[in-house]
């Protein structure tokens, strides 16, 4: 088996001044490029050029495509977190992500690749991190069922995934909503009554801690 190869640390040249801005540069431009091609269509080339930086510094700083994209699931981690404070009603919780697609559209679609080009957790880098996160979602569903707020015959994670999904929507499904609605589905006037509509949903199906 041939030896990997030592990551080299880039010529002087071509460090950074400021490392924190070229990593928000390479991560900006990562985020855009994976949600037009997904993982498996995403070029560290590109990237490289949409964040106008030498493409070594990538492999420099995120050790390559996979580690790149842990970077970003991370910064998403980071995100979801000071988007929804814990305590916030779940209906709450729901419209903040629909309206996320306002400001971060291509994190949406970057999730929506994640699916369509899934085959198994081994080759899903974002695996382990997003099932943690989701997984607070199913267990706050468990809780309000054991206390007898919610149908016992309801499945936790399986309404977990029709929520995400229905927050999705706007961009997901936008030739549905355009059919359907007869309304842009990008346009702020819409997402904000969408989101305001699921919110509605899940507060009559009573998920909203009392």
């Not at 928000?24 to 949409?50: M, P």
């Not at 981690?77 to 916030?88: A, H, N, Q, Y």
């Not at 309304?183 to 305001?196: G, H, K």
Request: hydrophobic share 40%.
């Amino acid at each position: 088996m041939t030896a990997s190869k030592p990551r080299r640390s880039p010529k002087p040249p071509e460090r950074q001044r400021d490392p924190e801005r070229t990593r928000k540069l390479i991560l900006d431009a990562a985020v855009a490029e994976f949600a037009a091609h997904g993982y498996a269509g995403a070029r560290i080339a590109a990237i490289a050029k949409r964040a106008g930086v030498n493409q070594q510094l990538i492999s420099y700083y995120f050790d390559g495509k996979e580690g790149l994209f842990r970077a970003m699931s991370d910064s998403w981690g980071e995100r979801s977190s000071k988007l929804v404070e814990p305590g916030t009603p779940m209906s709450e919780q729901l419209r903040r992500y629909v309206l996320e697609s306002l400001e971060n559209r291509d994190g949406v679609r970057l999730l929506a690749w994640g699916g369509l080009e899934y085959t198994g957790p081994e080759a899903d880098p974002d695996h382990a991190p997003r099932t943690e996160r989701l997984a607070e979602s199913v267990a706050g569903i468990r809780e309000r069922q054991a206390a007898g707020a919610l149908p016992p015959e309801w499945d936790p994670a399986c309404l977990t995934v029709m929520l995400m999904a229905a927050a999705m929507a706007p961009v997901t499904l936008p030739h549905v909503i355009a059919g359907l609605c007869g309304d842009d589905p990008q346009s702020p006037e819409f997402v904000e009554r969408f989101a305001d509509q699921l919110a509605l949903v899940v507060r009559r199906l009573g998920l909203d801690a009392d």
